[in-house]
């Protein structure tokens, strides 16, 4: 079945940085890969998806990257601020597979 | 639109106990699942339904039974509670059955097995 491996689990950035996350996954079928937000105590909710149809997607600040032949995508969230610090997690689904493999999740600290 | 509502927001269960975590959305949603959050672990899928009358297993299912009657209800039992089984339940639904839409998250359940 589908693997997702997510790397740094923890991250720490200055104020005004980049911060860079990266997944593997391991199914060459899937096709969508959602990054979801998780800020301390509260519920996962999506910042980004992508598509295995486009190689890069950008939301402002936040961006996504794909490589459907190395088979990894990359989240990297540009001049940081606070309230960016959260737990953040890749995903990787197929259509009409049903399931969606999470990764392991990466704390992500902004220093003011 | 309340979205995904989950209840209770917390429980404690002695070993050996059951409960159902109850789970409902309002947006008529065809794809609800529910996932188990760990520490170090991210997020793993226990069971799905891609429609009312219709459930399969995800990742992690041994302990744990759903049903699907409704297309807004989605509740997870677990038949004799164990300490493993601690943890923060969430329960997710997206609109169509592929499964490849965002899903939406309730609040979550954070269960703790004595």
């Known amino acids: 079945g589908e693997n997702v491996e997510q790397h740094p689990s923890t991250l720490s950035v200055q104020e005004g940085d980049s911060a860079v996350i990266k997944c593997t996954y391991s199914?060459?079928?899937?096709?969508?890969f959602p990054w979801y937000k998780q800020e301390l105590g509260k519920r996962p909710q999506l910042i980004i998806d992508i598509r295995s149809n486009v190689g890069e997607k950008k939301d402002q600040r936040i961006a996504v990257t794909l490589n459907k032949t190395a088979k990894h995508f990359s989240l990297h969230i540009t001049e940081t601020q606070p309230e960016d610090s959260a737990v953040y997690f890749c995903?990787?689904?197929?259509?009409?597979?049903?399931?969606?493999?999470f990764g392991a999740g990466t704390r992500l600290f902004v220093k003011a | 639109n309340a979205g995904v509502t989950q209840t209770p927001k917390f429980q404690v269960l002695k070993t050996g106990q059951s409960m159902t975590l109850q789970c409902a959305q309002d947006m008529n949603h065809e794809y609800m699942s529910w996932y188990r959050q760990d520490p170090g672990m991210g997020l793993r899928l226990i069971h799905y339904s891609v429609g009312a009358g219709i459930t399969d297993q995800g990742e992690v299912p041994n302990g744990y039974n759903v049903s699907r009657s409704t297309t807004e209800d989605f509740p997870l039992r677990l038949l004799s509670a164990a300490p493993s089984q601690t943890s923060v339940y969430f329960c997710?639904?997206?609109?169509?059955?592929?499964?490849?839409?965002?899903?939406?998250f309730g609040d979550g359940t954070r269960l703790s097995i004595l």
């Open positions: 199914d060459s079928a899937s096709n969508y």
């Open positions: 995903a990787a689904s197929v259509t009409g597979g049903f399931k969606t493999i």
């Open positions: 997710a639904s997206s609109l169509d059955r592929a499964n490849n839409q965002p899903q939406h």
